[in-house]
């Protein structure tokens, strides 16, 4: 492969925008990996027997589990931004 320095600006936008858009699929995966993995976590630790239905104690025991998810995520995500946007700077 060429040298990164003997490409064309044009080759090195194209170059780097590739480079972003496969960051943005890896990201996409490890976000799919722990929605597995957390899937997997809740529904061993709620679900005891499968139903027809959820009985009120295994929907409640889901949804606090996935709202922790949710939070410990969003937490996470806010603190990877704020350590980006100080690199940045």
Do not use: Y
């Not at 490890?30 to 499968?50: E, I, R, S, Y």
């Amino acid at each position: 492969m060429a040298d990164f320095d003997s490409l064309s600006s044009s080759e090195k936008a194209e170059a780097a925008e590739l480079q972003r858009m496969i960051a943005v699929e890896q990201q996409k995966a490890q976000f799919q990996a722990q929605v597995h993995t957390f899937t997997d976590v809740c529904w061993d630790k709620c679900v005891d027997t499968p139903g027809s239905k959820l009985d009120h104690r295994t929907e409640t025991c889901l949804v606090s589990c996935v709202e922790r998810f949710i939070d410990t995520t969003l937490t996470i995500t806010n603190r990877f931004t704020q350590m980006v946007q100080k690199g940045a700077h």
